[in-house]
């Protein structure tokens, strides 16, 4: 099944010009030693992201970052959702290259995206949600969790976290108080919501 969405994504993307679907590998796309790093593939047409993303009620108070954001895949599913705010980070210059020609095409002029390691990245205060599609290792997810962290103690607020292939999530059970509400399955896919509560921080 996966298969088959995978071919109609890219199919549809090549009759609007774009190019959001194709996987890159890490060499390609020009990472090398960076611990953990995967390979781009696009989330934007898994099932299971709009079930979570409908399941969530966005506002457009909500704003969110999209954590190794590639060539856009699920920056272009995202805006479709009432956000406020819709942004990127990412490592590879050349996929935040197509990323932008992708969104150029498409009349899409108001994501941002970031061309720097998650790790570095930290003008993250005026984000209330973050996307990880499997992004990277335990190591900088590590190191990210605690810049999410970091930023409540300057800005107290709730945040929610969206971990679609949630391959490291004992790293999400460690970093602390991260609440695990909801689970979505779609086969072998799956996807983990978890909530920072603001009360709950403000108290600890
Ligand atoms: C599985 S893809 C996810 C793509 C996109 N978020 C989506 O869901 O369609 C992972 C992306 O993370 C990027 N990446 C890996 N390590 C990174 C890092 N340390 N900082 C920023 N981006 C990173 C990769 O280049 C790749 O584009």
Do not use: W
């Amino acid at each position: 099944m996966f298969r088959i969405r995978y071919k109609l994504s890219q199919l549809s993307d090549k009759i609007k010009g774009v190019d959001f679907t194709t996987s890159v590998s890490c060499e390609a796309a020009g990472i090398f030693d960076v611990p953990g790093a995967q390979y781009y593939a696009s989330s934007g047409f898994a099932p299971e992201l709009k079930a979570a993303l409908d399941y969530l009620k966005i506002t457009p108070r909500d704003t969110i970052l999209d954590y190794g954001s590639g060539k856009g895949g699920a920056l272009k599913k995202l805006h479709q959702y009432p956000f406020g705010k819709v942004a990127g980070v990412e490592l590879s210059a050349s996929l935040a290259m197509i990323c932008r020609q992708n969104l150029m095409r498409l009349h899409i002029d108001d994501i941002e995206i970031i061309v720097q390691n998650a790790i570095e990245f930290n003008d993250i205060d005026g984000f209330n949600y973050f996307y990880f599609f499997n992004p990277f290792g335990p190591e900088v997810l590590r190191k990210v969790l605690d810049n999410i962290l970091e930023s409540t103690s300057r800005i107290p607020r709730n945040i929610t976290l969206i971990y679609n292939y949630p391959k490291y999530a004992e790293v999400f059970n460690q970093a602390g108080p991260f609440l695990l509400s909801k689970v979505f399955v779609d086969g072998a896919r799956k996807i983990n919501i978890y909530n920072l509560n603001r009360e709950a921080r403000l108290s600890n």
